[in-house]
């Protein structure tokens, strides 16, 4: 019996698996988006107490960037899945529930991405923060902005432009380790394609076409990057 080729099984017929595929790399987008954002918020939070916090406070967050830095994204995955089931199962034990409660593969590795990408992206805001020159600080400062307004007008924008190849840069990394969370059995990409593959046994098909479902999102992201980095610049003069 003839096996079916490339496009027959990527097709959006009957015993096509293109639509399963392309759920799969919406699934991919969708945890990666969710780390990203998670990640933005424990990295501004760790830059901002590496920059202005006190002893104590740089103290926690260089912490939490080397332990994070050194640590198996696979594993911080692992410890947010089981552990955070762990911690369900106790909670619902406390309020009279039975049984065990998984906390969701979902859930569980996009946290772990987010907790694991907020050590990048506090290096890459703390770097952005001291490319700003302080003479422009200054004459916010000077022309009566409080704190806020200071921040939301000057600070903000300014360490923005400068973080935004950066950030790329750390978006690119959480799009490649939301691959890592089909081991919770989440249906993202990776995980349709091995799906695919042991149910058609051509592994090659399979895995070619989710290698390009990745290479199409991560050029779409660099265009969009590098879109946004234009526009952030406009108007600003070369050295």
């Not at 692992?78 to 911690?87: I, M, N, Q, T």
């Amino acid at each position: 019996m003839q096996q079916p080729g490339f496009f027959e099984l990527m097709s959006f017929g009957p015993g096509g698996w293109g639509q399963l595929m392309l759920m799969g790399a919406a699934t991919t987008l969708a945890l990666a988006v969710c780390g990203f954002a998670i990640g933005a918020v424990f990295g501004s939070l760790a830059a901002f107490a590496k920059i202005s916090g006190g002893r104590i406070a740089r103290i926690v967050a260089d912490v939490y960037t080397t332990v994070l830095r050194g640590i198996p994204d696979l594993l911080v995955i692992y410890l947010f899945y089981f552990g955070g089931s762990s911690v369900l199962t106790a909670v619902g034990h406390l309020f009279g529930r039975d049984g065990f409660i998984g906390l969701p593969g979902f859930a569980a590795g996009a946290m772990a991405i987010g907790v694991v990408s907020g050590a990048q992206h506090a290096e890459v805001f703390r770097g952005a923060y001291r490319a700003v020159h302080p003479g422009e600080i200054e004459a916010a400062v000077a022309a009566g902005m409080h704190r806020m307004l200071r921040f939301r007008r000057i600070v903000a924008p300014l360490v923005l432009r400068h973080a935004l190849p950066g950030l790329g840069n750390v978006w690119q990394i959480v799009l490649k380790e939301s691959a890592l969370v089909s081991v919770t059995g989440v249906a993202e990409l990776l995980r349709q394609a091995q799906v695919g593959a042991g149910s058609e046994r051509q592994p090659f098909t399979f895995y070619f076409a989710a290698a390009v479902l990745y290479l199409v999102i991560t050029s779409v992201s660099s265009l969009t990057f590098r879109s946004a980095e234009s526009r952030a610049n406009r108007g600003v003069r070369r050295a």
